[in-house]
């Protein structure tokens, strides 16, 4: 009966242990492939994903850019009175295009909601529009 007793917690020690240790050692983790929601860095304060780091490589480039072309190309910058009777430059228009899109998203998820594909082309032809135009 001593013996009985020895052996049962040594076998369930042993069964918890191989659960836990080298019984996974040959278990392959699933690939769960890409997601544009999935965080990138999940113990980071701020929850980048993939889509919020494009988002923010794509502002900061424009914003670099039209800083690089006022400097550089237009030193005195490009004003023009445009259709809604305001002078600007191209800093100028790039924050109209980008506070439009803003609006253009902000409008389309409140009335219409998912998926956002539409919204994009509508902001790349607002963003034309403020180019040429304003």
């Known amino acids: 009966m001593m013996f009985r007793l020895i ?3 040594a076998a369930l020690m042993a069964n918890s242990a191989t659960a836990q240790g ?13 997601s544009w929601t999935a965080p990138l860095w999940p113990s980071f304060w701020m929850a980048w994903t993939p889509a919020t ?26 004003e023009r009175k445009g259709i809604l009777g305001l002078t ?13 899109t803003a609006y253009i998203f902000l409008a389309w998820l409140g009335i219409i909601g998912q998926p956002v594909w539409w919204p994009v082309a ?3 032809a607002w963003g034309i ?5 304003v």
């Open 7 to 9: 052996l049962i917690p």
């Open 22 to 34: 080298w019984g996974n050692v040959a278990k392959k983790e699933e690939e769960t492939g890409f």
């Open 53 to 78: 780091f494009a988002l923010f490589c794509a502002l900061f480039s424009a914003i670099a850019l039209i800083g690089v072309l006022e400097v550089f190309k237009y030193r005195d910058g490009i």
């Open 88 to 100: 600007t430059t191209l800093g100028d228009r790039l924050f109209i295009s980008l506070l439009g």
């Open 122 to 124: 509508i902001s790349i």
């Open 129 to 133: 529009f403020c180019f040429r135009k």
